[in-house]
């Protein structure tokens, strides 16, 4: 085996074993405790359930991730516009940065409930805006810090050349910023489909995700609200997965990312 | 009995596989207590190495190490050494003095006696005021002057230093060395001093070591016969420029390249 | 010149640092007071040119509906604090949100501390065991990715049903393992890489000095990581919250804020501002977590260099 080959096996195996010791026990616990499935169900019974509701499942994914797409998409692009005109004007920073920070804080989810009131409610809207609003407030923050937080070092070198602000932008901030722009989105990406389902539960139209996880639950069809959340998880991973193809397909390699906590 | 005594000591790096290196090769030394001993040589000749491997950070290949009588490693847990490096390595979040009293932490000292001997140190340093500071409040030469002070602190025989001086200015660093046979002199501390710079070399010590390139050997060992009392105008006399030249000349002749690499004519 | 006066030239005066960071502080309250003015303007605003019904704009039924009913004005909604809650008694909206508000938050603190303890251990077992780190890690990192609060409702339903030696599970119990479940997460991944940010010169200087492993960590390691750890705390209070809140919603948790919301919610028809003072609770305990957590943040970090890191 080549040494590259074996290098990676060397890196996959420790979780690999680890997740499947972790089902194992999983199943094992139930099994021998006899647990009842209020309170856990088989990881075999989940398999089992996801397969015989396939296409019920994939139905609820759709509408979560059509949902979670739309809001991904406005709310990106609403926070990059932002968050150039906060590069811009420093009022507006100061004013809406505590805003956000604080919107980061509080559980946003109880706006549903007043978005459901505002709108019909067969409506779409009340998930999509939630789960615009949260996007939003993410790129927006990381977006501004990107066009922000430029070496000092390039700014100085543009200004000696007399760069004009547009100029500056251009060249140095928005180039600076992309990283952070994928930072963001590889943090919205799975928060939309959480967001797009759990609005779910506070009620308004009933199709997606969230209202079969509870329903099934609510009739105690455990296993199957068990395999409604392995497609939440699916669709959540699947959406973080997109991301970071995207980000992988526009981003040279090599260049240095920052982190998950802004830093 | 010897400070330190280094017998047939090799070192390789990464045995066997494609990136071996081989560090050190037949290293002998003696080293008597109370002397300054400089090592000096080009970059990568292994001079930190041997110094890591008498500090016990690393063990040699083959070979042994004794230090103060003892193997190398029951020094180090014994604590009979002190060490400093290039960054001084403070910690952030620790006073000056509490910096200085971590050794004496760690070996189960109680406050009272921590405090007592880290404002001594201080003294020693010529700090006192900056007890209750914050590292990043000071200058890089008085954060190295704590490094020192929390490396003689536990007063062990032997202070091990690797390149103290690199990251200062060059009128700080001629300070920094006034200040370091000064408080050696008072101590009366066996010093081993890892350096690039000929001039601070041979100012400092009483013998300098001359180490080859790559895999590096000792070839050759340049006494300075100036005693313990050094100051300003030892800087220039005569025999000094003599001893700069005649280090110079045996780095020279370690090496079979005719450019010198990483070495400073300051 | 003495060694002494030269030295004192050299120092870095330290005091006017700390009296800029509260002046900061305090300007970024006063701007979120300001946004806030800002937001309840753009709201009457809205009220007094939107279409009363709702609207569509290129056919999108995107516009909220303007009239009272739906949208009070921002003085109804302060005032109906102060109002009795009506029907049942004569307790003040303020009094019961702040209750409910109460009961939310002790089973925030308790989720809190629970998985800010195993979230620690977590990272101190990984930070020894490569092996364990290796093993887990990509699980930690992954789990950010996952909706974890979809196990919200199969959690919940533990309650009232679950027998754990002698003591039955009850509702809220679930809803603070939950709240611990979503802090445990970021506050194992920033503790780990906290616990991993020590120069290796440092590490060095440690084994230089004998220390045994327990000392480096306490000393050298722990101290180290409290910058990557608080950012992490803010994260996992935000996750308590939201673990708590949204049980609490997914089942009857009766006496938490979230349940209020509900609650509130169905009562729109005959009270229109109702549904507002219960969020407007809700965000008050997620501010108030954050705010714990910057309180932690100044008091173990005020002797240390501000970089930019969190």
Same mark, same amino acid.
């Given at each position: 085996? #080549?040494?590259?080959?074996?290098?990676?096996?060397?890196?996959?195996?420790?979780?690999?074993?680890?997740?499947?010791?972790?089902?194992?026990?999983?199943?094992?616990?139930?099994?021998?405790?006899?647990?009842?499935?209020?309170?856990?169900?088989?990881?075999?019974?989940?398999?089992?359930?996801?397969?015989?509701?396939?296409?019920?499942?994939?139905?609820?994914?759709?509408?979560?991730?059509?949902?979670?797409?739309?809001?991904?998409?406005?709310?990106?692009?609403?926070?990059?516009?932002?968050?150039? =005109?906060?590069?811009?004007?420093?009022?507006?920073?100061? =004013?809406?940065?505590?805003?956000?920070?604080?919107?980061?804080?509080?559980?946003?989810?109880? =706006?549903?409930?007043?978005?459901?009131?505002?709108?019909?409610?067969? #409506?779409?809207?009340?998930?999509?805006?939630?789960?615009? =609003?949260?996007?939003?407030?993410?790129?927006?923050?990381?977006?501004?810090?990107?066009?922000?937080?430029?070496?000092?070092?390039?700014?100085?070198?543009?200004?000696?050349?007399?760069?004009?602000?547009?100029?500056?932008?251009?060249?140095?901030?928005?180039?600076?910023?992309?990283?952070?722009?994928?930072?963001?989105?590889?943090?919205?990406?799975?928060? #939309?489909?959480?967001?797009?389902?759990?609005?779910?539960?506070?009620?308004?139209?009933?199709?997606?995700?969230?209202?079969?996880?509870?329903?099934?639950?609510?009739?105690?069809?455990?296993?199957?609200?068990?395999?409604?959340?392995?497609?939440?998880?699916?669709?959540?991973?699947?959406?973080?997965?997109?991301?970071?193809?995207?980000?992988?397909?526009?981003?040279?390699?090599?260049?240095?990312?920052?982190?998950?906590?802004?830093? | 009995?010897?400070?330190?005594?280094?017998?047939?000591?090799?070192?390789?790096?990464?045995?066997?596989?494609?990136?071996?290196?081989?560090?050190?090769?037949?290293?002998?030394?003696?080293?008597?207590?109370?002397?300054?001993?400089?090592?000096?040589?080009?970059?990568?000749?292994?001079? %930190? +190495?041997?110094?890591?491997?008498?500090?016990?950070?690393?063990?040699?290949? %083959?070979?042994?190490? %004794?230090?103060?009588?003892?193997?190398?490693?029951?020094?180090?847990?014994?604590?009979?050494?002190?060490?400093?490096?290039?960054?001084?390595?403070?910690?952030?979040?620790?006073?000056?003095?509490?910096?200085?009293?971590?050794?004496?932490?760690?070996?189960?000292?109680?406050?009272?006696?921590?405090?007592?001997?880290? +404002?001594?140190?201080?003294?020693?340093?010529?700090?006192?005021?900056?007890?209750?500071?914050?590292?990043?409040?000071?200058?890089?030469?008085?954060?190295?002057?704590?490094?020192?002070?929390?490396?003689?602190?536990?007063?062990?025989?032997?202070?091990?230093?690797?390149?103290?001086?690199?990251?200062?200015?060059?009128?700080?660093?001629?300070?920094?060395?006034?200040?370091?046979?000064?408080?050696?002199?008072?101590?009366?501390?066996?010093?081993?001093?890892?350096?690039?710079?000929?001039?601070?070399?041979?100012?400092?010590? %009483?013998?300098?070591?001359?180490?080859?390139?790559?895999?590096?050997?000792?070839?050759?060992?340049?006494?300075?016969?100036?005693?313990?009392?050094?100051?300003?105008?030892?800087?220039?006399?005569?025999?000094?420029?003599?001893?700069?030249?005649?280090?110079?000349?045996?780095?020279?002749?370690?090496?079979?390249?005719?450019?010198?690499?990483?070495?400073?004519?300051? | 010149?003495?060694?002494?006066?030269?030295?004192?030239?050299?120092?870095?005066? /330290?005091?006017?640092?700390?009296?800029?960071?509260?002046?900061?502080?305090?300007?970024?309250?006063?701007?979120?007071?300001?946004?806030?003015?800002?937001?309840?303007?753009?709201?009457?605003?809205?009220?007094?040119?939107?279409?009363?019904?709702?609207?569509?704009?290129?056919?999108?039924?995107?516009?909220?509906?303007?009239?009272?009913?739906?949208?009070?004005?921002?003085?109804?909604?302060?005032?109906?604090?102060?109002?009795?809650?009506?029907?049942?008694?004569?307790?003040?909206?303020?009094?019961?949100?702040?209750?409910?508000?109460?009961?939310?938050?002790?089973?925030?603190?308790?989720?809190?501390?629970?998985?800010?303890?195993?979230?620690?251990?977590?990272?101190?077992?990984?930070?020894?065991?490569?092996?364990?780190?290796?093993?887990?890690?990509?699980?930690?990192?992954?789990?950010?990715?996952?909706?974890?609060?979809?196990?919200?409702?199969?959690?919940?339903?533990?309650?009232?049903?679950?027998?754990?030696?002698?003591?039955?599970?009850?509702?809220?119990?679930?809803?603070?393992?939950?709240?611990?479940?979503?802090?445990?997460?970021?506050?194992?991944?920033?503790?780990?890489?906290?616990?991993?940010?020590?120069?290796?010169?440092?590490?060095?200087?440690?084994?230089?000095?004998?220390?045994?492993?327990?000392?480096?960590?306490?000393?050298?390691?722990?101290?180290?990581?409290?910058?990557?750890?608080?950012?992490?705390?803010?994260?996992?209070?935000?996750?308590?919250?939201?673990?708590?809140?949204?049980?609490?919603?997914?089942?009857?948790?009766?006496?938490?804020?979230?349940?209020?919301?509900?609650?509130?919610?169905?009562?729109?028809?005959?009270?229109?501002?109702?549904?507002?003072?219960?969020?407007?609770? /809700?965000?008050?305990?997620?501010?108030?977590?954050?705010?714990?957590?910057?309180?932690?943040?100044?008091?173990?970090?005020?002797?240390?260099?501000?970089?930019?890191?969190?």
């Amino acid at each position: 085996m #080549s040494r590259r080959a074996v290098r990676v096996l060397a890196g996959v195996a420790p979780p690999l074993f680890f997740g499947v010791l972790l089902l194992g026990v999983w199943e094992a616990i139930v099994r021998g405790f006899d647990l009842k499935p209020y309170f856990l169900v088989p990881p075999s019974n989940i398999g089992s359930r996801f397969v015989d509701n396939w296409g019920n499942i994939w139905a609820a994914m759709r509408v979560s991730g059509t949902n979670a797409a739309f809001g991904l998409v406005l709310g990106s692009m609403a926070g990059i516009v932002i968050a150039f =005109l906060l590069s811009r004007f420093k009022l507006l920073d100061e =004013l809406i940065t505590p805003m956000s920070i604080a919107v980061n804080a509080i559980p946003a989810f109880v =706006l549903v409930s007043v978005f459901s009131n505002m709108f019909s409610t067969t #409506s779409v809207v009340p998930r999509r805006l939630m789960v615009t =609003l949260v996007v939003f407030f993410v790129v927006l923050v990381n977006v501004a810090k990107g066009l922000r937080q430029v070496d000092a070092t390039h700014a100085e070198l543009m200004r000696s050349y007399a760069a004009s602000n547009w100029e500056i932008l251009r060249k140095v901030r928005v180039p600076n910023a992309i990283p952070y722009l994928f930072t963001a989105l590889k943090i919205a990406a799975p928060l #939309s489909v959480i967001y797009a389902y759990v609005s779910e539960y506070f009620g308004g139209a009933q199709d997606g995700l969230g209202s079969r996880i509870t329903g099934n639950i609510a009739n105690s069809k455990n296993a199957v609200g068990w395999a409604y959340v392995l497609g939440a998880c699916l669709l959540g991973l699947a959406f973080y997965v997109i991301s970071i193809a995207i980000e992988a397909a526009v981003t040279p390699r090599g260049l240095a990312q920052p982190n998950r906590d802004g830093s | 009995m010897n400070a330190v005594e280094v017998m047939g000591v090799r070192k390789v790096f990464n045995q066997g596989k494609g990136n071996q290196v081989d560090a050190l090769v037949d290293i002998d030394l003696v080293i008597s207590p109370g002397s300054f001993v400089t090592l000096i040589g080009p970059s990568g000749c292994g001079k %930190s +190495t041997l110094l890591r491997l008498i500090a016990n950070l690393t063990e040699p290949t %083959s070979g042994s190490i %004794s230090v103060n009588g003892k193997r190398a490693k029951q020094a180090r847990l014994d604590q009979d050494y002190g060490m400093a490096f290039q960054q001084a390595g403070l910690f952030d979040w620790r006073t000056v003095a509490r910096n200085i009293e971590l050794p004496l932490e760690l070996k189960g000292w109680d406050r009272a006696k921590r405090r007592a001997r880290s +404002t001594e140190m201080l003294d020693l340093v010529k700090l006192p005021e900056f007890s209750g500071y914050m590292p990043w409040q000071l200058s890089g030469g008085m954060q190295q002057r704590v490094a020192i002070a929390r490396a003689l602190a536990a007063h062990p025989p032997l202070l091990l230093m690797d390149e103290p001086f690199g990251a200062l200015d060059e009128m700080t660093r001629e300070h920094m060395q006034a200040e370091l046979l000064r408080i050696c002199a008072s101590t009366g501390t066996t010093v081993i001093f890892v350096t690039h710079s000929i001039p601070e070399a041979v100012y400092l010590s %009483s013998q300098v070591v001359v180490m080859s390139p790559r895999p590096g050997r000792i070839t050759q060992l340049v006494d300075v016969p100036f005693g313990k009392e050094r100051s300003e105008e030892t800087r220039e006399d005569a025999l000094f420029y003599a001893k700069i030249t005649e280090v110079r000349e045996a780095l020279r002749g370690a090496e079979f390249e005719p450019t010198a690499r990483g070495i400073e004519d300051r | 010149m003495t060694a002494t006066t030269k030295n004192l030239k050299e120092v870095v005066a /330290a005091a006017p640092v700390q009296r800029y960071w509260l002046v900061r502080r305090a300007r970024r309250a006063a701007m979120f007071v300001l946004s806030v003015v800002i937001i309840a303007a753009g709201w009457e605003l809205y009220k007094s040119v939107g279409p009363q019904d709702g609207g569509s704009v290129l056919g999108w039924k995107i516009l909220p509906r303007a009239k009272d009913r739906v949208m009070p004005h921002v003085s109804d909604i302060v005032s109906r604090f102060g109002d009795p809650i009506g029907r049942s008694s004569d307790e003040s909206v303020l009094s019961v949100v702040l209750k409910a508000v109460f009961y939310s938050l002790r089973l925030v603190l308790a989720g809190f501390a629970i998985g800010l303890v195993a979230g620690v251990l977590l990272a101190v077992v990984m930070t020894r065991f490569k092996i364990a780190a290796r093993a887990v890690l990509p699980y930690l990192v992954i789990s950010q990715t996952i909706p974890l609060i979809a196990l919200a409702p199969l959690v919940v339903s533990w309650g009232g049903k679950l027998k754990v030696g002698g003591l039955v599970w009850e509702r809220w119990m679930s809803a603070s393992l939950l709240g611990a479940f979503l802090t445990f997460f970021p506050i194992a991944v920033g503790t780990l890489r906290g616990l991993q940010s020590p120069p290796a010169s440092s590490i060095e200087l440690m084994d230089s000095l004998a220390a045994p492993w327990r000392s480096t960590l306490f000393k050298l390691r722990f101290p180290s990581a409290l910058p990557y750890m608080i950012p992490a705390l803010k994260l996992g209070a935000a996750g308590a919250v939201i673990g708590v809140v949204v049980s609490e919603i997914s089942t009857g948790l009766r006496g938490g804020i979230g349940r209020l919301v509900i609650e509130f919610g169905r009562l729109t028809t005959s009270d229109p501002a109702i549904v507002y003072t219960a969020v407007i609770g /809700a965000a008050v305990l997620g501010l108030t977590m954050a705010a714990l957590v910057s309180l932690v943040d100044v008091l173990l970090m005020r002797n240390r260099p501000r970089e930019v890191l969190a």
